[in-house]
């Protein structure tokens, strides 16, 4: 008799599946724990991703019917028209320190997306590169900043062990006090400001809709060419706005115009996983939400979880004026560290940017690819 089957997590299998992290970061002190209102929609057809993709759940279940892992096959439709490589990807991967079942998880995703057509499978992407996605390979001695991902080390030896292999790392960057940055960052953001005839201002929430046009336009032109890039639809970007909303502090997230059109903007927030860690049940109500209110105060760091400029205003020092801007306000809402991430290993231009301000590299990560 097998050890372990690995079956479609279907029906109450899913609660299985949704739950099995508390098993895997048990005695983890750095793991925070993820809110189960924020997964529940890939897996029950609300999250607007599935109106051009699917996501496929799996758990590999032991002998007496304990669940010891878990994975999902991805396919992205918007990836597969715009990139027109035949791939498929995996996710929402969690596994006990096991080559076999790590393995049998693996393959069974793999032959999901190669059902449908595809000739290779990239991961972890939960479900794409716009949400929490790549392995954590360096950096596991302090908790994650929201939105990035965690793992216990053994995972990048589960992957390589069943034939993945690196295809592109991405690194994030901390500044412990964004108090004391280089004064020249300042004296490059107020030339850039006057020589590109720029405003920037932070959003307006009462006009939100309005915004949220000039961010969609801004972010689709901005990162269409990197890599693995996929731009969100409207309806995704509706609903991550509604989401970041409950958490985001308006001062912190920027647009730059210039010559009347938008230029650029940058997305910032607190970093909630700070109070967010102490809410070990998953869920905020009844009890989660008084510890997290607690906990409140132990916010000291935002994450810059997004900068984007168009092409024709670049090399203007608008990136520089989004910093200075950012971490100045961030400063007088009582902010004194700064995650800047996740950067493409090869963007040596924002890399170079970052390390001149005092950015020091703080955590790797990796997407794996197999073909099939």
């Known amino acids: ?37 924020t997964l529940k929609p890939f897996f ?14 799996y758990v590999a279940l032991n002998q007496r019917g304990v669940c010891v892992g878990r994975i999902a096959a991805v396919i992205n439709q918007n990836h597969t028209r715009i990139h027109n490589d035949r791939t498929g990807f995996f996710g929402f991967f969690e596994c006990v320190d096991d080559a076999e079942v790590a393995g049998a998880l ?49 995972y990048s030896r589960l992957l390589e062990a069943s034939g993945f292999a690196k295809v592109k790392d991405i690194v ?35 006009r939100l809709q309005e915004e949220l046009l000039k961010v969609k336009e ?84 935002v994450r810059v979880m997004a900068m984007g400029v168009k092409e024709r205003f670049r090399v203007r020092g608008i990136d520089a004026v989004f910093y200075a801007e950012t971490f100045q306000r961030g400063k007088e809402l009582g902010y004194k560290e700064g995650e800047l991430g996740w950067v493409l290993e090869d963007n040596l231009i924002m890399r170079q940017t970052i390390e001149s301000i005092g950015g020091r590299l703080f955590k790797t990560y990796r997407f794996y690819i197999k073909s099939l």
């Open 1 to 37: 008799m097998a050890k372990f089957e690995v079956v479609p997590a279907e029906g109450k299998l899913l609660k299985k599946f949704l739950r099995l992290p508390w098993k895997i970061y048990a005695k983890d002190a750095n793991w925070v724990p993820p809110l189960l209102g």
């Open 44 to 57: 029950t057809g609300v999250h607007p991703f599935l109106q051009h993709g699917e996501i496929l759940p």
């Open 106 to 154: 693996l393959a069974q995703a793999a032959e999901a997306v190669r059902k449908r057509g595809c000739l290779s499978i990239i991961g972890p992407s939960s479900p794409t590169t716009n949400d929490e996605c790549a392995m954590l390979v360096d950096g596991f001695d302090s908790p994650p900043t929201f939105m990035m991902p965690y793992n216990p080390p053994y």
């Open 172 to 206: 994030s960057y901390i500044i412990y006090d964004t108090t004391q940055l280089p004064p020249k960052l300042f004296k490059v953001a107020e030339m850039a400001r006057k020589k590109a005839e720029l405003t920037i201002r932070p959003v307006k929430m009462s």
């Open 218 to 301: 801004i972010y689709n032109a901005a990162w269409e060419k990197n890599w693995g890039f996929v731009p969100m639809t409207e309806a995704e970007i509706d609903y991550m706005a509604k989401e970041l909303k409950k958490i985001l502090r308006p001062e912190l997230v920027l647009i730059a115009e210039g010559q009347s059109e938008p230029a650029g903007f940058s997305l910032t927030v607190p970093d909630i996983y700070q109070a967010l860690i102490y809410v070990r049940s998953g869920k905020l109500f009844p009890f989660g939400f008084l510890k997290f209110l607690l906990n409140q105060k132990k916010i000291r760091r």
